[in-house]
């Protein structure tokens, strides 16, 4: 499948883009975190991350469909 991934914060420094189309043999965002992880070397865990999926934050089993938009979102701070 393909999905469309946007990148924030240390996620978006570490991968080098702001997003990018990933095609993935994932079904959920757990799975497509493990390969975007072996991919660019994130060492962030997923309890330190929320997910989106489609503009709505999601749980970490939610299946995927094509053409899916994903959303990895580390903790943030500013001031």
């Known amino acids: 499948?393909?999905?469309r991934v946007l990148?924030?914060?240390s996620l978006r420094d570490r991968a080098g883009?702001?997003?990018?189309e990933i095609?993935?043999?994932a079904v959920d965002a757990r799975g497509?975190?493990?390969?975007?992880r072996a991919r660019h070397g994130?060492?962030?865990?997923?309890?330190?991350?929320r997910v989106?999926?489609?503009?709505?934050?999601?749980?970490?089993d939610h299946a995927l469909n094509d053409g899916d938009e994903v959303v990895f979102i580390p903790p943030v701070s500013g001031g």
């Open 32 to 36: 497509l975190y493990g390969e975007l």
């Open 7 to 9: 990148y924030f914060a």
């Open 52 to 60: 989106a999926v489609n503009g709505e934050f999601a749980a970490w």
């Open 1 to 3: 499948m393909n999905y």
């Open 17 to 20: 883009v702001d997003c990018e």
């Open 23 to 25: 095609d993935s043999f």
């Open 42 to 49: 994130f060492g962030m865990n997923e309890d330190r991350l």
